[in-house]
């Protein structure tokens, strides 16, 4: 009994030290962008590094409210991908219910091609984008980049969503149809109020790709009134000198809105996660 008290210790053990050095490891980078955003461009690579400076201060958050072309930024950031979440969500429930439950022609073929689609790598999608945007005259605009961004954000809305409703009992449909509800009417009366993980989930990975990508932002816009986060973060390394505080102040405020939508909606990310991945 001893002994293998002593084995479990060990595991017990060895599994806190690894949990505790990956935690370090994944916690470190972003406590030195936390940290230099508050210090003088001059002193964030100072030696021996220091957390906190005397002369701290805020000057690089209020450099940034200051200044309306940053402010346009987070504004560009926040339309395209609020919209593209919205677009995802409202196309991805439509066609998630009808994959899961309605057989029609092509319902295969449409299967494949939106798994396809899922499994191409963005990068080979580059240069035929480029072309394809500044022949329908969407180059440097938000329709553009929405329209882009959805590519991307459909295919993985359709497959889970089409999971999530897997999970739910057809009864629930033909009982709403049976009360005088439409087909419509069920799907957004009643299957949707009770998939709200599923939903939240999708929504929640959606903003974040929308946010975070920086590729397509950068080659399907050109000028800074069209710039996302991402790209305002690069405008900021100049020729000669790179403006340090800065991109740490706008790493960490372009951070704040995934950090704060995965702490609210962490359970029903999680839960919608799992039982979108499973099918009854």
């Known amino acids: ?73 987070f504004v560009n950031s926040y339309l395209v991908a609020l919209t593209v979440t919205a677009l995802t969500l409202v196309v991805g429930i439509m066609a998630g219910y009808a994959f899961s439950r309605f057989e029609f022609p092509g319902k295969r073929v449409l299967n494949v091609i939106v798994i396809s689609v899922q499994a191409v790598p963005p990068i080979t999608l580059l240069i035929p984008f480029f072309g394809l945007m500044v022949t329908l005259r969407l180059y440097n605009t938000y329709q553009g980049l929405i329209l882009t961004y959805m590519v991307f954000t459909l295919p993985y809305a359709i497959i889970m969503l089409t999971g999530y409703f897997n999970t739910l009992p057809r009864e629930l449909d033909e009982a709403a149809k049976v009360d005088g509800t439409s087909t419509f009417g069920a799907l957004w009366k009643v299957l949707v109020p009770i998939s709200v993980p599923g939903i939240v989930s999708v929504g929640i990975y959606t903003f974040m790709i929308a946010w975070n990508e920086y590729l397509f932002a950068l080659t399907l816009t050109r000028t800074n009134n069209m710039r996302t986060v991402p790209i305002g973060i690069q405008l900021l390394m100049g020729q000669h000198s790179y403006e340090w505080n800065e991109m740490m102040a706008m790493s960490v405020l372009g951070s704040i809105p995934v950090v704060v939508l995965f702490i609210f909606f962490q359970r029903y990310f999680i839960g919608g996660m799992t039982a979108g991945s499973v099918k009854n």
């Open 1 to 73: 009994m001893r002994a293998k008290q002593r084995r479990r210790l060990l595991h017990v053990t060895a599994v806190w030290v690894g949990l505790v050095l990956g935690g370090c490891f994944a916690g470190l980078p972003v406590l030195w962008m936390l940290v230099s955003s508050f210090k003088p461009n001059a002193r964030i690579f100072a030696t021996p590094p220091r957390i906190i400076e005397e002369d701290s201060s805020f000057a690089a958050y209020l450099s940034i409210f200051h200044d309306p072309e940053k402010i346009r930024f």
